[in-house]
């Protein structure tokens, strides 16, 4: 599904209490089918999936949250989803769940053949023919978009038991009569502050406290998307819905304090860009220090969007950690990329980031066209001169619904693709042969980085005083897998 708010003035097109028309009520679970049980860093609550069983709620229904990463195994999974006897289960499709999502729908026709099955999420609003013809049959009902209002009008429309009310719901696309029907895509909700705040009663004490939390953070910890979207458009990014639309401070700060009433003193801000407007940032800061909170907080932003005034608020706020979606330290490679960022503003926000006193992460990847060893060796001498706090590096998998990936499928360099068989699909270049390659590539430069005495004696000791001990211990084994395996 995809509410991605994944975030109260009433428009037409938006109802306050989706669904009034119903005249029962369903049980409807929601599914985080990914892997993964663990991590070294933690893991977000799927916020996305609190939003949309909000809506259920208010439109009469029950909902039920379900995280696959919080099970033992299978056994434990399935019997939980098992017990809730949902007369709907929607799950979020992503890029590489095809083949878990389809054993997922096997397992549940076995022990629940008439419950209702809908994919949401944003591989099926991308990519939503081919998810159409590879789960025909399993699943009945697949629903693009941001799915806000139309995951409560589609259990209206079951739970009224009226086959024609499922024409009105936008982003549907079902079986029927033999025949396949699309409803078209619904409009992207325009007013964020319509959109009532998660309630993340959804998901027990239990499973905050021993499953939801990030390192460096303050425990127990929590999310917020105080914006959707992106101003920008880089090339290799998939993008749900078009445009930059922004919750008002006093929302945002509304909702904070109802997270830190809860008892809160952890917070990922985890926006695209948290910093997109100044102005807006600056209120929303100036608004938590009125409070006296004592949040611990990390964010995002672009690398343009910072200046030392407003990291000196940022920290004085409770911000702890910067993280940059700074993608290359190639100029080529960042103008291919779309990025519109330089390599020296990169160096620049690492730079005052660190000397305000903040940590900053970086994230990058590997493999974009246009990359050679001579771009990957700017990138590694970039990070040995800038010397961010910690990286988060990978290679290029193009998504679905992406310049990138339309342009290498068009050129014949697309290398796999997404689905039930096929392998993470990637862009060949000239001069390499295999995708193992580019991994043999960044293993390198993610070594240079972090054997560096100074990268590694800097993050050994802002570990020290920012971590809990068993928090420390997780960092070392992620900086472990980046150098090592």
């Known amino acids: 599904m995809n509410a991605i708010a994944p975030c109260q003035t009433t428009t037409s097109t938006e109802p306050a209490v989706p669904g009034e028309r119903h005249t029962g009520h369903l049980t409807v679970a929601l599914v985080l089918n990914i892997p993964g049980g663990g991590s070294n860093i933690g893991k977000h609550v799927p916020i996305s999936l609190l939003y949309l069983g909000t809506q259920l709620k208010r439109a009469g229904h029950a909902a039920v949250v379900l995280d696959r990463r919080n099970y033992a195994d299978d056994t434990d999974f399935l019997s939980a989803l098992k017990q809730v006897g949902a007369d709907l289960i929607g799950v979020p499709l992503y890029a590489d769940c095809y083949a878990l999502t389809y054993e997922l729908i096997n397992k549940v ?61 936008e982003g549907l696309t079902y079986w029927t009569g033999g025949e396949i029907r699309h409803n078209g895509q619904p409009d992207p909700v325009k007013d964020v502050d319509n ?22 953070l303050k425990r127990p910890s929590d999310v917020i998307l105080t914006s959707r979207g992106c101003p920008f458009s880089c090339r290799f990014c998939y993008r749900l819905a078009p445009g930059y639309r922004a919750r008002s401070p006093e929302n945002v700060i509304e909702e904070m304090d109802y997270i830190y009433a809860r008892g809160t003193r952890g917070l990922s801000i985890i926006d695209d860009n948290f910093l997109s407007s100044r102005k807006r940032c ?21 690398v343009q969007s910072v200046d030392p005034e407003l990291l000196a608020l940022m920290k004085r706020a409770g911000v702890r950690t910067v993280t940059y979606g700074l993608e290359s330290g190639s100029q080529k490679v960042l103008d291919a990329m779309g990025k519109k960022t330089t390599v020296e503003q990169n160096y620049r926000a690492i730079r005052i980031t660190r000397e305000a006193g903040l940590q900053c992460y970086v994230d990058l990847f590997l493999g974009y066209p246009g990359e050679t060893r001579e771009t990957i ?32 499928r068009q050129d014949g360099t697309l290398v796999g693709d997404w689905g039930l068989l096929e392998d993470y699909p990637w862009v060949k270049l000239p001069w390499i042969d295999d995708a193992e390659d580019l991994w043999d590539e960044h293993r390198r430069v993610s070594r240079r980085f972090w054997l560096n005495p100074r990268v590694l004696a800097g993050a050994l000791a802002a570990g020290l005083r920012s971590l809990s001990l068993r928090d420390y211990w997780s960092a070392l084994k992620e900086v472990k897998s980046q150098v090592f395996d």
């Open 109 to 169: 026709r076995r022990f629940a053949p008439s419950t209702k099955i809908v994919l949401g999420g944003p591989e099926v609003s991308a990519n939503l023919e081919v998810v159409a013809q590879t789960f025909e049959g399993k699943t009945d009902y697949l629903l693009s978009g941001e799915a806000d209002y139309t995951l409560a009008q589609l259990a209206d429309a079951l739970a009224a038991g009226d086959p024609d009310a499922l024409e009105s719901v």
């Open 195 to 216: 959109v009532p705040f998660p309630d993340r009663d959804l998901v027990s004490a239990r499973d905050w406290k021993r499953h939801y939390y990030r390192i460096g």
């Open 282 to 302: 600056i209120a929303i800061l100036e608004g938590m220090l009125r409070r006296g909170w004592k949040f611990t907080i990390k964010c995002r932003g672009r």
């Open 377 to 408: 060796r700017e990138t590694s001498d970039f990070l040995a001169k800038a010397r961010p706090t910690g990286i988060n590096m990978g290679v290029l998998f193009p998504l679905h619904g992406t310049y990138i990936y339309d342009q290498a």
